[in-house]
């Protein structure tokens, strides 16, 4: 049975391993690398996870939960569909510095060749949309948004978000956070006909 402190010392290493590999991209991490930006040896970061894909997997695993756990306190919140939204889109925007997309969109080019990176993207890209689409058809029942097709409206959404965090971090010069901002509160605003400052 693992104690607490082993399960502390593994969300340790899998939080360095995140930061390490955001910063220096899955192609280009070692496991030497990790190992000595927790401050441990390589074979207490090999007691932990077998193999340098499982360690990875992981990794991407830890920041997928942190991501599926902010979702599900807006699932659960109480406030309007339009509050809710507002928040949804602030979570995911990439306007917002973070370097959990640096990490996602590694991911995503890793997830073509790794299945478990593959079913983790998927998954957590799925919780995304769902949860918006069920807060455009609670919006649309209450009279805040009009929308014909809210899956196909939350699919649009989320391709422009993803499309642009690729811009704002392959080609930083590209556009503004500002700007950024403004194309996915713009785009949302259209697809729901609500007038753009509510977002």
Known sequence: M????????????????????????????????IARAAGVSQALLFYHFETKEQLFA?????????????????????????????????????????????????AWAEAMRVPELETLARRLGTQCRLLMREIIEAGIECGEFKCDDPDATAWRIFALIDGLAIQTHVHPKALSRRRVN??????????????????
Do not use: M
């Not at 399960?7 to 496991?31: P, S």
């Open 58 to 106: 992981q990794a991407f695993a830890y920041v997928a939960r942190l991501h599926r756990d902010a979702l599900d306190d807006i699932e659960r919140s109480p406030s309007p569909p339009l509050d809710r939204l507002r928040t949804l889109l602030k979570l995911c925007s990439p306007s917002i510095p973070s370097e959990g997309w640096r990490l996602w969109i590694d």
């Open 182 to 199: 403004e194309l996915i509160r713009t785009a949302a605003a259209n697809e729901l006909a609500v007038p753009v400052e509510k977002l």
């Open 2 to 33: 693992t104690s607490g402190f082993s399960r502390l010392r593994r969300e340790d290493l899998l939080k360095t391993a995140c930061e390490v590999i955001a910063e220096q991209g899955f192609g280009h991490t070692r496991t030497i690398d």
